[in-house]
């Protein structure tokens, strides 16, 4: 399956520890975006991201979160001193070209518990 | 800015009866129009795009759209429901006008009852 894969598909985290999300996106696919979805609402567009290169990062918080596609290796969504209300599930997506029109290909997701 | 209106947080049809999900958009130049369906702990499954060309769009499982440039509209609509097209369903745009993100609409719950 050569589909966009995220691991791990739940992360458990205590309050103040970091949560690494990682993001495989499809082959011949450089284009990354990460969306956050809390329960019973939709997408929000997080970050989009280049071959290491951040495009838009207009929806991700200025402090404790962060996002990088490197060269070699998956894309990583950082979360630093994790909160309570950061619980959420959190959706890579991947697309071949600029996403105009190109549909982007979701992985099912992390679901991120804060306890 | 662009946006994307789905107005209805659910939608409840009978199966076997023709259903719609309703969206409409705003957006500066050209849209780029897309659905896409979403079933429980899933990531988002890509339906159907307009990009230009014919208003009348067929996507996966049976699902079309219909463009209408002068209501800024993007409905979804399946002849038949089925109780398997029960899902969160999500409406999305973009525009050709330079880089811009997709954006998603809030989804439209379709409950299928058998």
Known sequence: ?115 | AQSVAQPEDQVNVAEGNPLTVKCTYSVSGNPYLFWYVQYPNRGLQFLLKYITGDNLVKGSYGFEAEFNKSQTSFHLKKPSALVSDSALYFCAVGHSGGYQKVTFGTGTKLQVIP
């Open chain 1, 1 to 115: 399956n050569a589909g966009v894969m995220q691991n791990p598909r739940h992360l458990v985290r205590r309050r103040g520890q970091e949560a690494r999300l990682r993001c495989s996106p499809m082959k011949g696919h450089s284009h990354v975006y990460w969306y956050r979805q809390l329960p019973e609402e939709g997408l929000k567009f997080m970050v989009y991201l280049q071959k290491e290169n951040i495009i838009d990062e207009s929806g991700m918080p200025k402090e404790r979160f962060s996002a990088e596609f490197p060269k070699e290796g998956p894309s990583i969504l950082r979360i630093q001193q994790v909160v309570r209300g950061d619980s959420a599930a959190y959706f890579c997506a991947s697309s071949s070209g600029q996403g105009r029109n190109q549909p982007q290909h979701f992985g099912d997701g992390t679901r991120l518990s804060i306890l």
